[in-house]
């Protein structure tokens, strides 16, 4: 599961099978749990996802549990009406179709929501707080994401709430990736802000040697990216979501319905700061902004 081409990295991977076993202790979740249909949006080829959630229906799967992304859950809910659909989706599951409401889904699917276009103006006020003298910006969006035009708008929103003046780079591709940094310096771009998107964070490790190569202060959505060097990270927890989606898939798995079961929103959020890249980008971190860290990673 480590290969470039993976549907996650086995690290994401370990992650889910450990905070669902976890979550999952408060309603039996079980091995059922690994019933579950990848997003394959490393390389963004959701083209085996029909195929996959087929494959679950075919071996009359108790629950089918989508970690990773809107994608797989939409082709589950098309595939299926009565197995039980467990989700996590940054984008609106109401807007996307996936349930009716958030307190009451509806149907078969059910989830976690996790705010990624909300936070976008909490990030960017970090950024500012860690680099309070930059000027301009560029905010990494994916134009395949279904939540790309929301989130153009809320960085739209924070940067000029800021001051900051802002570019939209669109990245869709690792090529995408590669170009776009290579062009941030000819724009006289300060800093970066790489919004929410599961294909971003396949990539975290590309994101930060090239915001650290290039000497530009990044903030991402999670700490996956801050563990792999990249400078500072504000979002929900991930593994605290995991533990949410097993103890859900139990409760299914002991008889409640997942139209009665509401769409959770993330309740615990973590800053993470990585204090080698800090150093290395010469930037120091202000006391405030220290005081409000969960984690420093030396």
């Given at each position: 599961?480590?290969?470039?081409?993976?549907?996650?990295?086995?690290?994401?991977?370990?992650?889910?099978?450990?905070?669902?076993?976890?979550?999952?202790?408060?309603?039996?979740?079980?091995?059922e749990?690994?019933?579950?249909?990848?997003?394959g949006?490393?390389?963004?080829?959701?083209?085996?996802?029909?195929?996959?959630?087929?494959?679950?229906?075919r071996?009359?799967?108790?629950?089918?549990?989508?970690?990773?992304?809107?994608a797989?859950?939409?082709i589950?809910?098309?595939?299926?009406?009565?197995?039980p659909?467990?989700?996590?989706?940054?984008?609106?599951?109401?807007?996307?179709?996936?349930?009716?409401?958030?307190?009451?889904?509806?149907g078969?699917?059910?989830?976690?929501?996790?705010?990624?276009?909300?936070?976008?103006?909490?990030?960017?006020?970090?950024?500012?707080?860690?680099?309070?003298?930059?000027?301009?910006?560029?905010?990494?969006?994916?134009?395949?994401?279904s939540?790309?035009?929301?989130?153009?708008r809320?960085?739209?929103?924070?940067?000029?709430?800021?001051?900051?003046?802002?570019?939209?780079?669109?990245?869709?591709?690792?090529?995408?990736?590669?170009?776009?940094?290579?062009?941030?310096?000819?724009?006289?771009?300060?800093?970066?802000?790489v919004s929410?998107?599961?294909?971003?964070?396949?990539?975290?490790?590309?994101f930060?040697?090239?915001?650290?190569?290039?000497?530009l202060?990044?903030?991402?959505?999670?700490?996956?990216?801050?563990e792999?060097?990249?400078?500072?990270?504000?979002?929900?927890?991930?593994?605290?979501?995991?533990?949410?989606?097993?103890?859900?898939?139990?409760?299914?798995?002991?008889?409640?319905?997942?139209?009665?079961?509401?769409?959770?929103?993330?309740?615990?959020?973590?800053?993470?700061?990585?204090?080698?890249?800090?150093?290395?980008?010469?930037?120091?971190?202000?006391?405030?902004?220290?005081?409000?860290?969960?984690?420093?990673?030396?």
């Amino acid at each position: 599961m480590a290969s470039k081409t993976a549907s996650r990295s086995s690290a994401q991977d370990d992650t889910w099978v450990s905070g669902c076993g976890a979550g999952a202790g408060a309603g039996g979740c079980g091995h059922e749990a690994r019933k579950r249909l990848p997003d394959g949006l490393e390389n963004n080829n959701t083209d085996r996802l029909p195929e996959l959630a087929a494959d679950l229906i075919r071996r009359r799967a108790s629950v089918i549990v989508t970690p990773f992304g809107t994608a797989a859950a939409l082709i589950a809910k098309t595939a299926t009406a009565t197995i039980p659909i467990v989700f996590m989706t940054s984008a609106d599951p109401v807007q996307e179709g996936l349930v009716a409401s958030f307190n009451r889904p509806g149907g078969n699917v059910t989830g976690l929501s996790i705010l990624s276009v909300e936070l976008g103006a909490k990030r960017l006020g970090l950024l500012h707080e860690l680099v309070p003298k930059t000027l301009r910006i560029a905010a990494f969006i994916n134009p395949n994401s279904s939540i790309a035009k929301p989130l153009i708008r809320e960085a739209q929103a924070g940067a000029s709430n800021i001051g900051w003046q802002l570019d939209i780079v669109h990245a869709s591709t690792i090529g995408d990736i590669d170009i776009a940094f290579a062009s941030l310096g000819q724009k006289r771009v300060d800093a970066v802000f790489v919004s929410s998107d599961q294909f971003f964070t396949s990539r975290r490790v590309q994101f930060a040697i090239l915001a650290t190569h290039y000497r530009l202060p990044a903030i991402y959505s999670y700490r996956a990216f801050a563990e792999v060097g990249g400078l500072m990270s504000y979002g929900p927890s991930l593994p605290d979501q995991y533990r949410q989606l097993g103890v859900y898939t139990g409760r299914i798995l002991k008889g409640e319905k997942p139209a009665e079961l509401p769409v959770q929103a993330p309740t615990k959020f973590e800053l993470v700061i990585n204090l080698g890249t800090s150093k290395t980008l010469g930037l120091t971190i202000p006391p405030g902004v220290l005081a409000i860290t969960d984690e420093v990673i030396e």
